[in-house]
């Protein structure tokens, strides 16, 4: 098994926790599998004489310190093909459109390596999937979270996941997201386009919490995210109806975005308040419309879908 080294040199003045530094420098692992990685003795100080000391997480580094992280290849996940019902909105030798139930998970990893989108289209499409993102993604070009329903495109072929990860590049696949969010919106500071519709934008700069690894936060030097913010109705109980476009997408961007104006997701714990004062199954977020241009015959394709049940008899109780 082949492993990736890395090697850090430790510049600060004061002194910092070893596995608080290596999480801040590396955003793709958490900070208790750096723990583990120290434990396994996968962590080591250098000296001048190139020398290896393993390291307890709670080393205090010192100015001069040379780390060397030892990362063990991940092992290759064998995803099973199950025959789960799948929603399929539009189908073709390249493309499939996927209206996601809430609570499905769309890819295979720590924790859910049954029951995902990915196991069911391995046995709806066979061997017809994109194998640009590997065998634990085949085709999947973009992903919505497993609490959140509706649209998302995945590729059976790899032309077709270029062409489409080119339009997620530039930004230019059509995104809208309805959700119930809590507090009334303020319309005197709303722009209005149009009578009766009332809208705001939301430019902020989203990266990895610095806190809490498996978290996005606010952060003017990660990547630029904007989401435009429409609003339908203030509801009973002071919660708000709304509909999020996308410019960009970044991880938990509407989630993020609108927990940083006052305006959690109705059901979120993560961004929102721990207690939910309805029996929700996770945030109140509905991918409804996804229009992109085909990858492969140019045409420009949309696709909406319809609020979940549960979605719909939350509107109904707060109107």
Known sequence: MEENILEYKYENASQMRLDKFLSEQISDISRSYIQKLCDDGKVVIVDVSG????????????????IRLTIPEPEKLEIVAEDIPLNIV?????????????????????????????NALMYHCGDSLSSINGV?????????????????????SNIAHQGLAEQFEKHSINRIYSCIVYNHFDIEKMEKTEPGLYTIRIDKAINRS????KKMAIDPSGKRAVTNVFLIKNMNDNFS???????????????????SINHPLLGDPVYGPKKCPYNLN?????????GFVHPVTGEY????SPLPEYFEKLLERLS
């Open 51 to 66: 020398n290896e000391k393993s390291l307890k997480p709670s080393y205090k580094l010192k100015t001069g310190d040379i």
């Open 90 to 118: 539009y189908e073709d030798e390249h493309v499939i459109v996927i209206d996601k139930p809430q609570g499905m998970v769309v890819h295979p990893a720590a924790g859910n390596y049954t029951g995902t989108l990915v």
């Open 136 to 156: 634990e993604r085949p085709g999947i070009v973009h992903r919505i979270d497993k609490d959140t329903s509706g649209l998302l495109v995945v590729c059976k």
């Open 210 to 213: 610095k806190n809490d690894r």
């Open 241 to 259: 109806y709304i509909q999020c476009k996308l410019e960009t997408g970044r991880t938990h961007q509407i989630r993020v975005h609108l927990s």
């Open 282 to 290: 996770g945030q109140v977020l509905h991918a409804g419309t996804l």
């Open 301 to 304: 394709l949309e696709f909406n």
